[in-house]
């Protein structure tokens, strides 16, 4: 059974770089039958796709963020990561790690999910 | 401002059956499938209905999805104190180079 897990820091500092990582345990992050995505939910909030990558590094953002978010995957440690930059207030979120099909438009639903992790942005 | 427009809240007495909405466009639900997720305080959102209204296993045949149009919706019959929780429809998005696309959650209190 596939299991995701985020990582990272639980603070970060207004104007720096958010950095996350999402491990992949019971699966390969170098199926091609899967891409991975992070999606992310304010406190009180309704939940905000970021954007997912492919094991080949081929990565979609959401188009209100694309600007600030860059994606990338380490196959040898199966892990995937989340940069987001100059980070304010309205970052501070549950971060989630999920997986979903190839392709997404055919086979699009989030499963499996990660635990999530909370990142506040405050200086 | 979410892309999918869904109520933010719904209520109903155990028993009920309850309806809760998802309205898109022809680029989002019009045109690709839908899918509902659940979620309980504090922790990760679990996928509810799937493609053509496929329920993973362990989800109860209470729960179901339907399209019609640009809209979508999720039915809860014969309610249940335990599935008060919130809800989330996501669908693919056609416009640009295609992204996904979420609803804002519809909150269901079970009276």
């Known amino acids: 059974q596939v299991q995701l897990q985020e990582s990272g820091p639980g603070l970060v500092k207004p104007s720096e770089t958010l950095s996350l990582t999402c491990t992949v345990s019971?699966?390969?992050?170098?199926?091609?039958?899967?891409?991975w995505n992070w999606i992310r939910q304010p406190p009180g909030k309704g939940l905000e796709w970021l954007g997912y990558?492919?094991?080949?590094?081929?990565?979609t953002y959401n188009p209100s963020l694309k600007s600030r978010v860059s994606m990338s995957v380490d196959t040898s440690k199966n892990q995937f990561s989340l940069k987001l930059r100059s980070v304010t207030a309205a970052d501070t979120a549950v971060y989630y790690c999920?997986?979903?099909?190839?392709?997404?438009?055919?086979?699009?639903?989030?499963?499996?999910w990660g635990q999530g992790t909370l990142v506040t942005v405050s200086s | 401002q979410s892309v999918l427009t869904q109520p933010p809240s719904a209520s109903g007495t155990p028993g009920q059956r309850v309806t809760i909405s998802c309205s898109g466009s022809d680029s989002n639900i019009g045109s690709n499938y839908v899918y509902w997720y659940q979620q309980f305080p504090r922790t990760a959102p679990r996928l509810l209905v799937s493609r053509n209204g496929q329920r993973p296993s362990g989800v109860p045949d209470r729960f179901s999805g339907s399209r019609s149009g640009t809209s979508a919706s999720l039915v809860i019959s014969g309610l249940r104190s335990e599935d008060e929780a919130d809800y989330y429809c996501a669908s693919w998005d056609d416009s640009l180079s295609g992204y996904v696309v979420l609803g804002g959650g519809t909150k269901l209190t079970v009276l």
């Open positions: 999920a997986r979903i099909g190839s392709p997404p438009k055919a086979l699009g639903w989030f499963d499996p």
């Open positions: 019971g699966g390969s992050v170098s199926s091609g039958s899967y891409f």
């Open positions: 990558i492919y094991y080949s590094g081929s990565a």
